[in-house]
């Protein structure tokens, strides 16, 4: 089973400032990689897939990064609605596996 | 529009049964693979199981196999998953997803809203 692993676990950033967040494979999934946002009471929501394709409806300040082992997601200037928790998952092997999340909170 | 409605969770005690519906509406249900992820509470996402479109293949994560069966009616656009033998560590929020594309792959685009499971005495 592959191990998804994301830091920071809790990141605090000022709205209008940039946030990265990183998430690491235990051995390389290509670009299999999708990334979550989800607020709390509320199913996840997909932002980015094959590491770095926005969904449908996601704003271009969301933007993925990178191949093989190492991600990153940033967001180029968070607005309020982006305060949640991130998750990262690798779907290139099954079983499919997620990371712990990323806590993205307002400085 | 797409829409996803998960039902059928509740308290139940360890050793006890479940069985959790989705319900499906605005798409063709019949073309998609279709997966259950659940969320322990505080806790990240894991995925469950998956069934293909003609209930041909099935898959679970190691941690439910052998408790727990997926099942589907296209007809009724309906998904089910029936648990047993349940343990406190199923514990959790029940999502049944639909991937972004009809290969199955694990891209998950169309959740529902979920349904709570708990297994406490």
């Known amino acids: 089973e592959i191990v998804m692993t994301q830091s920071p676990a809790t990141l605090s950033v000022s709205p209008g400032e940039r946030a990265t967040l990183s998430c690491r494979a235990s051995q390389s999934i290509s670009s299999n990689l999708a990334w979550y946002q989800q607020k709390p009471g509320q199913a996840p929501r997909l932002l980015i897939y094959g590491a770095s394709t926005r969904a449908t409806g996601i704003p271009a300040r969301f933007s993925g990064s990178g191949s093989g082992t190492e991600f990153t997601l940033t967001i180029s200037s968070l607005q309020s609605e982006d305060f949640a928790v991130y998750y990262c998952q690798q779907y290139n092997y099954w079983p499919i596996t997620f990371g712990q999340g990323t806590r993205l909170e307002i400085k | 529009q797409v829409q996803l409605v998960e039902s059928g969770g509740g308290l139940v005690k360890p050793g006890g049964s479940l069985r959790l519906s989705c319900a499906a509406s605005?798409?063709?249900?019949?073309?998609?693979?279709m997966s259950w992820i659940r969320q322990a509470p505080g806790k990240g996402l894991e995925w469950v199981s998956y069934?293909?479109?003609?209930?041909?293949?099935?898959e679970f994560a190691d941690s439910v196999k052998g408790r727990f069966t997926i099942s589907r009616d296209n007809a009724k656009k309906s998904l089910d998953l029936q648990m047993n033998s349940l343990r406190a560590e199923d514990t959790a929020v029940y999502y049944c997803?639909?991937?972004?594309?009809?290969?199955?792959?694990?891209?998950?685009?169309?959740w529902g809203q979920g349904t709570m499971v708990t297994v406490s005495s």
């Open positions: 997803a639909r991937p972004l594309d009809l290969a199955g792959s694990g891209i998950f685009d169309i």
């Open positions: 069934i293909s479109g003609s209930s041909t293949y099935t």
């Open positions: 605005g798409f063709s249900f019949s073309d998609y693979y």
